[in-house]
């Protein structure tokens, strides 16, 4: 039990590739096939990281997953001789490893004083004994789901590698502890991302559709309750005209339509100007100051010009209809 925890937290797997070129070539041609950052993996899965003849540092980085206890490929190359070999190890980043030792660290120091002072304290609970040990198993339940996720991408990141320095077929790359790599998931032939998006896109159309008829009440002639917040009732409109646009963009987008494609741009850029002017139609006595509205007027320019870029790097999922 205690070596299958260590191993969870601190364990790795060697690897060692034999490259087919000479170093220079071999540092050349393993950057050339992977990104130097995470924002130029938008669209599909890319290993990005550092790679330079005394450093290699590699992650896999998908689109719309983060998850820190995946594995990085850690290593430099080496020549021994006329070869040349990369040689390193799949891990988990140093700073997961040390923040979850603290963690497990302090529990344990917890969960041994409090016997002590539920003994002293009459006011204690046995909440106060048996909250270290559900917080510990919380703990490794979470470092083992997402290790989990990131089963795959050990054996993904090798292949990336073989491919690139053309790796001799007996090179030693743990093949008996990396597992194979599966195929990403899909649905009828589409791929996660596309999934995904057209849900987000779905529920937020209907979360707009629900916010309108929840907001009715009887209010003389005013029957929107939220209209009343703005000097310009023509927002009472704007609502459901804009959940009815997501919903129609997420149909398309789950058909992988090109058009709803470009409708996305639509939708980001009219998600900016609807926040802009909601806030600056907005009676002043229940609005921020005007320096404020324009300061998140611009951040919320900066976010929209981030996600038209991720939007941009999409396409390859969409074809011409």
């Known amino acids: 039990m205690i070596r299958w925890f260590v191993n969870l937290i601190y364990g790795s797997i060697s690897v060692e590739w034999e490259s087919a070129y000479g170093l220079e070539e071999s540092v050349s041609r393993l950057r050339a096939a992977t990104k130097r950052s995470v924002f130029s993996a938008l669209a599909e899965p890319a290993a990005v990281g550092t790679v330079t003849e005394s450093r290699v540092k590699l992650q896999r980085v998908i689109p719309m997953v983060r998850n820190s206890f995946k594995p990085f490929l850690v290593g430099q190359f080496v020549k021994r001789g006329e070869q040349v070999y990369l040689v390193g190890r799949f891990t988990m980043l140093g700073f997961v490893k040390v923040f979850m030792t603290f963690w497990f660290g302090f ?6 004083a409090a016997p002590f ?19 510990c198993g919380f703990g490794v339940g979470l470092v083992w789901f997402g290790k989990w996720l ?12 073989k491919r690139a320095i053309g790796a001799a077929a007996g090179s030693s790359d743990g093949a008996q ?12 032939g589409r ?10 896109l779905g529920l937020m159309g209907v979360m707009n559709f629900v916010g309108v008829v929840s907001g009715m009440r009887p209010a003389g002639r005013d029957s929107f309750q939220f209209a009343s917040m703005y000097s310009s009732a023509a927002f009472r409109y704007i609502a459901p005209a804009e959940g009815a646009l997501l919903l129609a963009i997420a149909v398309g987008i789950f058909m992988r339509s090109r058009i709803a494609w470009m409708a996305g741009f639509l939708m980001i850029a009219s998600a900016w100007a609807y926040s802009v002017a909601s806030l600056f139609l907005m009676n002043d006595r229940m609005g921020p100051p005007l320096a404020m509205k324009i300061v998140f007027a611009g951040f919320g320019l900066l976010v929209t010009a981030y996600w038209g870029r991720w939007w941009y790097a999409q396409r390859v999922h969409f074809v011409s209809t």
Do not use: E
């Open 107 to 112: 529990l344990f120091v917890f969960g041994v």
């Open 117 to 135: 002072a539920q003994t002293a304290s009459k006011s204690a609970t046995l909440a106060f004994v048996f909250g270290p040990i559900t917080m």
């Open 150 to 161: 990131a089963r795959n991408d050990a054996a993904w990141l090798a292949d990336v590698v």
């Open 177 to 188: 502890t990396i597992p194979a790599p599966t195929s990403p998931p899909v649905f009828a």
């Open 191 to 200: 791929p996660m991302v596309v999934i995904v998006t057209a849900g987000v």
